[in-house]
């Protein structure tokens, strides 16, 4: 499409004046993109209709459509090109950049958040541990630009569907090492697993659950745990996991993790995993609605770590109404409407859900629930009212029942 090169052509001759020093390549790609309002002068339905039309397209990256539903690209330059990212329904993990550039909302608009990562130890190449660090989020909207970089680390999750991305971006930038994936509470991932036995080992581990005893598999994935590194022992687990369903299924390899890593490593490893099904189960959740409102609130669920922080992405989106109940509000419609693993029609756990949403500190939601009902009967009920808390604690929803910090992870 001319409208692409032209923008393609303005980035070459910036990035050429600049002696093609990738340093200077976030700023110029950002300029372009700002300069050429292309938001304005064209469409995603009109990049749809010229691939399916044409007969020629630029050479196409990530063909496996990895980053993408699909990635189209749109102009190749010198060591940089240009591509329009079309997205349906996979939210983004939170990850960092191998490369440099900018990306622009092209259609539809989307919730960024922004982290950081503090490592502690582990390999630079495949696994590191330590803390994920919630940065700060923002609704991003159809022109908006963000600038590209290593130290870029944020996840996005798009509203509309189908949402489009235009990036202006170079190749794997020289030096800068992994693309990491990183995941709450503290892991940072290569999820480009390219160690040809690692691979295979891994594979050969996911056809032993699919096909032997329970009992062969787990002895088997013992073994593969004790002689190790962090790496592959989390790969295993991930593995088992979502094979078993449970840690309680999966308790000897488990055990094989802390004979070999110890239990603060397991214990970050464990707390990985169980972020991650919340986030599918999240993921899930959005995918059952079609209404912005709902899938914004589900979009929040992803990344979004506490209620102080959607309280502010409420505000921000309804500036006509109280966060605090506007965000109670569009809670329990969604868990209403959706299946997410929440019963609001039974009225106390009806009661309870709002409470969590009120409180300020772990255990204070008896306190808000003895407004609702009466103290003697909340007294009467508390073994119950917790562990019904408890359960809740673990659906999609946990994020809006931390007021500010970070949950302590469980132990072994």
């Given at each position: 499409?001319?409208?692409?090169?032209?923008?393609?052509?303005?980035?070459?001759?910036?990035?050429?004046?600049?002696?093609?020093?990738?340093?200077?390549?976030?700023?110029?790609?950002?300029?372009?993109?700002?300069?050429?309002?292309?938001?304005e002068r064209t469409s995603s339905n009109e990049v749809v209709e010229w691939v399916l039309k044409t007969s020629t397209l630029p050479p196409q990256n990530?063909?496996?459509?990895?980053?993408?539903?699909?990635?189209?690209?749109?102009?190749?330059?010198?060591?940089?090109?240009?591509?329009?990212?079309?997205?349906?329904?996979?939210p983004t993990t939170v990850h960092g950049h191998g490369f440099s550039g900018a990306f622009q909302a092209f259609s539809g608009s989307r919730l960024q958040?922004?982290?950081?990562?503090?490592?502690?130890?582990?390999?630079?190449?495949?696994?590191?541990?330590?803390?994920?660090?919630?940065?700060?989020?923002?609704?991003?909207?159809?022109?908006?630009?963000?600038?590209?970089?290593?130290?870029?680390?944020?996840?996005?999750?798009?509203?509309?569907?189908?949402?489009?991305?235009?990036?202006?971006?170079?190749?794997?930038?020289?030096?800068?090492?992994?693309?990491?994936?990183?995941?709450?509470?503290?892991?940072?991932?290569?999820?480009?697993?390219?160690?040809?036995?690692?691979?295979?080992?891994?594979?050969?581990?996911?056809?032993?659950?699919?096909?032997?005893?329970?009992?062969?598999?787990?002895?088997?994935?013992?073994?593969?745990?004790?002689?190790?590194?962090?790496?592959?022992?989390?790969?295993?687990?991930?593995?088992?996991?979502?094979?078993?369903?449970?840690?309680?299924?999966?308790?000897?390899?488990?055990?094989?993790?802390?004979?070999?890593?110890?239990?603060?490593?397991?214990?970050?490893?464990?707390?990985?995993?169980?972020?991650?099904?919340?986030?599918?189960?999240?993921?899930?959740?959005?995918?059952?609605?079609?209404?912005?409102?709902?899938?914004?609130?589900?979009?929040?669920?992803?990344?979004?770590?506490?209620?102080?922080a959607a309280l502010e992405l409420i505000k921000a989106r309804f500036p006509k109404r109280k966060e605090a109940l506007a965000l109670e509000q569009l809670?329990?419609?969604?868990?209403?409407?959706?299946?997410?693993?929440?019963?609001?029609?039974?009225?106390?756990?009806?009661?309870?859900?709002?409470?969590?949403?009120?409180?300020?500190?772990?255990?204070?939601?008896?306190?808000?629930?003895?407004?609702?009902?009466?103290?003697?009967?909340?007294?009467?009920?508390?073994?119950?009212?917790?562990?019904?808390?408890?359960?809740?604690?673990?659906?999609?929803?946990?994020?809006?029942?931390?007021?500010?910090?970070?949950?302590?992870?469980?132990?072994?």
């Amino acid at each position: 499409m001319r409208i692409f090169a032209e923008l393609g052509k303005a980035v070459q001759r910036e990035y050429k004046r600049a002696q093609f020093a990738v340093r200077h390549f976030p700023k110029i790609a950002a300029e372009a993109l700002q300069k050429a309002r292309i938001v304005e002068r064209t469409s995603s339905n009109e990049v749809v209709e010229w691939v399916l039309k044409t007969s020629t397209l630029p050479p196409q990256n990530d063909l496996a459509e990895s980053f993408g539903e699909p990635p189209i690209t749109v102009y190749r330059g010198e060591h940089f090109h240009i591509e329009v990212l079309f997205w349906v329904d996979i939210p983004t993990t939170v990850h960092g950049h191998g490369f440099s550039g900018a990306f622009q909302a092209f259609s539809g608009s989307r919730l960024q958040t922004r982290h950081h990562f503090e490592a502690a130890f582990g390999s630079p190449q495949t696994l590191l541990l330590g803390n994920l660090h919630f940065d700060g989020a923002e609704c991003l909207h159809p022109g908006d630009v963000v600038e590209i970089s290593p130290a870029l680390v944020h996840s996005v999750v798009h509203l509309e569907q189908p949402s489009a991305t235009l990036v202006v971006r170079t190749g794997s930038d020289q030096n800068v090492g992994p693309q990491f994936d990183y995941r709450a509470p503290g892991l940072a991932i290569d999820p480009f697993l390219t160690n040809e036995i690692k691979l295979r080992q891994i594979q050969t581990l996911r056809l032993l659950c699919r096909t032997a005893p329970p009992t062969q598999a787990l002895s088997r994935a013992c073994e593969l745990i004790a002689r190790s590194d962090e790496d592959t022992s989390f790969r295993a687990l991930e593995l088992l996991h979502s094979h078993f369903g449970t840690f309680e299924n999966m308790k000897s390899a488990v055990q094989a993790c802390i004979a070999k890593h110890g239990e603060n490593t397991t214990r970050t490893l464990l707390a990985t995993l169980r972020e991650d099904r919340r986030l599918r189960a999240a993921a899930a959740v959005r995918r059952q609605t079609a209404n912005l409102d709902e899938r914004f609130v589900a979009a929040i669920l992803h990344h979004v770590p506490h209620r102080k922080a959607a309280l502010e992405l409420i505000k921000a989106r309804f500036p006509k109404r109280k966060e605090a109940l506007a965000l109670e509000q569009l809670a329990v419609k969604l868990a209403s409407s959706v299946r997410c693993g929440v019963n609001l029609t039974d009225p106390v756990t009806a009661a309870l859900f709002k409470a969590k949403l009120r409180t300020q500190s772990p255990g204070d939601e008896l306190r808000v629930l003895a407004r609702v009902f009466s103290p003697a009967e909340v007294q009467a009920g508390r073994t119950t009212l917790l562990k019904l808390s408890k359960a809740l604690d673990e659906t999609v929803f946990a994020p809006l029942f931390r007021a500010t910090e970070q949950p302590p992870m469980e132990s072994l």
